[in-house]
């Protein structure tokens, strides 16, 4: 099932996407090639799965959701951008591609990653996307700027750098992820949510617990994967955590215990949206291919 899914919902939120990059005068085109560059390269779209997922989940058609979907999508981009410069981690393939500062240049990425993030706002806010009414556009912005801001994304990012060589115990650990990669999927969810026009603080709160659960499990899958795939399959350099000395879940618990916890979160996101009906089945098994997956 997830295959068909994932696949319907990358063209509908790529078919989203797309005019965003439209360069409005011909001095901005290389800008806007770089911000084109770093989000339609590819990618699993796994935050505006979650996002249709979510609206989905609460019987509202999916469409609803393509603001959300394209707001999580480009701020998560952007993030990549800025992550991959190398004032931060340094990297040089994303996606199995240069990184936007190596296909362009450093100045051009850091722009571009700044487009991005408007963008994002400018998304939720556009009725063609949003059709929603202004109080709930407004509490979808509210969202995304406290799940993407200092006391969420970026917040958990300025921890990630300064924790180059420490060793953390499982709090930490788990303190930094739930900031830096679990801010923006439990944003995906809410926004998704919020969008379907349906959202009861019963079943947001549901919501959010699920939200939590695969938030945390998706970095400890990616922890896995630092260790146990290849660059090739991954997209990106393999070991790159461990040669930089970051603290993961696998330094951390063991290889095998990492597997197990990561195995003990997507059966909690399960609970948590157990009393859903059959239209939160793509949520179930988005929780399943998190964990599952080998990229």
Known sequence: MIGAYQASSQARVDAALEPLF???APELERLYAAMRYSVMN???????????AACEALDAPAELANGAACAVELIHAYSLVHDDLPAMDDDDLRRGQPTTHKAFD???????????????????????????????RLRMVQALSAAAGPAGMVGGQAI???????????QALEFMHRHKTGALIEASVRLG???????DEQRLQALQVYARAVG???QVQDDILDVESDTATLGK??????????PTYPALLGLE????????LRDQALVAVQGFGESAEPLRALARYIVERRH
């Open 257 to 264: 215990a990492a597997k197990a916890y990561a195995i003990e």
């Open 193 to 199: 949510a919020l969008a379907s026009g349906q959202a």
């Open 216 to 218: 945390l499990a998706f």
């Open 106 to 136: 450093e100045a051009c990425a850091i722009l571009a990653g700044d487009g991005l993030q408007s963008l994002a706002f400018g998304a939720l806010l556009d009725p063609r996307l949003s059709p929603q009414s202004d109080s709930i």
């Open 237 to 246: 350099r393999q070991g790159a955590d461990i040669a930089r000395d970051k």
């Open 160 to 170: 990630d750098l300064g924790s180059v060589g420490v060793k953390l115990d499982q």
């Open 22 to 24: 439209q360069a409005p």
């Open 42 to 52: 590819g990618g699993k779209r796994v935050r505006p799965l979650l996002a249709y």
